[in-house]
T-cell receptor
Framework: DTAVSQTPKYLVTQMGNDKSIKCEQNLGHDTMYWYKQDSKKFLKIMFSYNNKELIINETVPNRFSPKSPDKAHLNLHINSLELGDSAVYFC?????????????FGEGSRLTVL | AQSVTQPDIHITVSEGASLELRCNYSYGATPYLFWYVQSPGQGLQLLLKYFSGDTLVQGIKGFEAEFKRSQSSFNLRKPSVHWSDAAEYFCAVGALNNNDMRFGAGTRLTVKP
């Protein structure tokens, strides 16, 4: 039973399109995150939600919009995709907001923009 | 904000040899420190963590790490590496008062037969 699941796992699309990635966790955690991993494996936090409330919003283009319908789900919508958006996007959750708690990661969603 | 440096981008060791991966952090208060491992095509998995107490922490898969406040380091060690340990390893630092976990750039481990 997967703890943090993301869909789709692979996404290939053209520049200018809009796409969404969904994330669900069944761990009962209050906090969820989106991380972006670039081609050099560098992991950068994008957003963090605590119980459906946006906590962290790093310097990310406003083409990226997270949505948390409930605390078990955090989706990422990307408008007007650009070549530089190609990356692996990881969803994660943690049980301990504000205390540097352990992160549980999904398997990632590899986005390729052509 | 906290930050992490992993000085080694790529390390190659022979199977059965010992391993040490370096991690240095920067944070003004007590850090929460983590090591994660990422196998190809997979998400990150926690190896071990340090919050407080004993500065030598044991993790899964035979890994351990030692927190040295004076050196701002949290190096990962394993006495005998197995071929299945080949992966990308990330050091991370969290803070008590925010949700922001910062990751190092990662160290890729190659294991020679």
């Amino acid at each position: 039973d997967t703890a943090v699941s993301q869909t789709p796992k692979y996404l290939v699309t053209q520049m200018g399109n809009d796409k969404s990635i969904k994330c669900e966790q069944n761990l009962g955690h209050d906090t969820m995150y989106w991380y972006k991993q670039d081609s050099k494996k560098f992991l950068k936090i994008m957003f963090s939600y605590n119980n459906k409330e946006l906590i962290i919003n790093e310097t990310v283009p406003n083409r990226f919009s997270p949505k948390s319908p409930d605390k078990a789900h955090l989706n990422l919508h990307i408008n007007s995709l650009e070549l530089g958006d190609s990356a692996v996007y990881f969803c994660a959750s943690s049980a301990r907001p504000g205390a540097g708690g352990e992160l549980f990661f999904g398997e990632g969603s590899r986005l390729t923009v052509l | 904000a906290q930050s992490v440096t992993q000085p080694d981008i790529h390390i190659t060791v022979s199977e059965g040899a010992s391993l040490e991966l370096r991690c240095n952090y920067s944070y003004g208060a007590t850090p929460y420190l983590f090591w994660y491992v990422q196998s190809p095509g997979q998400g990150l998995q926690l190896l071990l963590k340090y919050f407080s107490g004993d500065t030598l922490v044991q993790g899964i898969k035979g890994f351990e790490a030692e927190f040295k406040r004076s050196q701002s380091s949290f190096n990962l060690r394993k006495p005998s590496v197995h071929w299945s340990d080949a992966a990308e390893y990330f050091c991370a630092v969290g803070a008590l008062n925010n949700n922001d976990m910062r990751f190092g750039a990662g160290t890729r481990l190659t294991v020679k037969p």
